[in-house]
T-cell receptor, first 112, second 113 residues
Framework: QKEVEQNSGPLSVPEGAIASLNCTYS??????FFWYRQYSGKSPELIMS????GDKEDGRFTAQLNKASQYVSLLIRDSQPSDSATYLC????????????FGGGTRVLVKP | DVKVTQSSRYLVKRTGEKVFLECVQD?????MFWYRQDPGLGLRLIYF???????EKGDIPEGYSVSREKKERFSLILESASTNQTSMYLC????????????FGPGTRLTVL
């Protein structure tokens, strides 16, 4: 089992719809969770961090964390073509020296 | 704003050449990281450093070395470049714990011919 897993996609959503991305992780004691956005040919940029169970909202983005089920998700509301990118989930893995481990990313395509 | 810069956006080298990739951050971060990113393989950690003159191997250190003589600068060295080292190289930095937010540089697209 990979330490951090994401569906590679592509996830195709119509403009204005909600995009829902999921990420599962293996280390039950992980404490820090991050979502990055990466446009083609560019470097990852941080969208959100979340540390506690529940929802965290920032503009059109909502991160949801469920430590008991070991998953973190990202919702993108009112999806825009500019949201088309690969979204990377990152989780600190205490068993791996507490470094961040990245999932393989989910490619999102927002169609006008 | 955190700023992480990398010495080159694009680099073309020949097999067997020694290659230096430099990364500088301006936020006094303790931790610095080098990754490579390849299609289908995601981000893979090459080396990281928690302090000056300190280095730790990541998941794929073979064929690479690093240097951290100053806190703000972390260099990745390919002693003898090979074609399988053609990749996007990303530098990142973070403060505090290694599990804290990492901020990435713009990346260097290295092609080894």
């Amino acid at each position: 089992q990979k330490e951090v897993e994401q569906n590679s996609g592509p996830l195709s959503v119509p403009e204005g719809a909600i995009a829902s991305l999921n990420c599962t992780y293996s280390d039950r004691v992980s404490q820090s969770f991050f979502w990055y956005r990466q446009y083609s040919g560019k470097s990852p940029e941080l969208i959100m961090s979340i540390y506690s169970n529940g929802d965290k909202e920032d503009g059109r983005f909502t991160a949801q964390l469920n430590k008991a089920s070991q998953y973190v998700s990202l919702l993108i509301r009112d999806s825009q073509p500019s949201d088309s990118a690969t979204y990377l989930c990152a989780v600190n893995i205490p068993a791996a020296g507490n470094k961040l481990t990245f999932g393989g990313g989910t490619r999102v395509l927002v169609k006008p | 704003d955190v700023k992480v810069t990398q010495s080159s956006r694009y680099l073309v080298k020949r097999t067997g050449e020694k290659v230096f990739l430099e990364c500088v951050q301006d936020m006094d971060h303790e931790n610095m990281f080098w990754y490579r990113q390849d299609p289908g393989l995601g981000l893979r950690l090459i080396y990281f450093s928690y302090d000056v003159k300190m280095k730790e191997k990541g998941d794929i250190p073979e064929g690479y070395s690093v240097s951290r003589e100053k806190k703000e600068r972390f260099s990745l060295i390919l002693e003898s470049a090979s074609t399988n080292q053609t990749s996007m190289y990303l530098c990142a930095s973070s403060s505090g714990s290694a599990g804290d937010t990492q901020y990435f540089g713009p990346g260097t697209r290295l092609t080894v011919l």
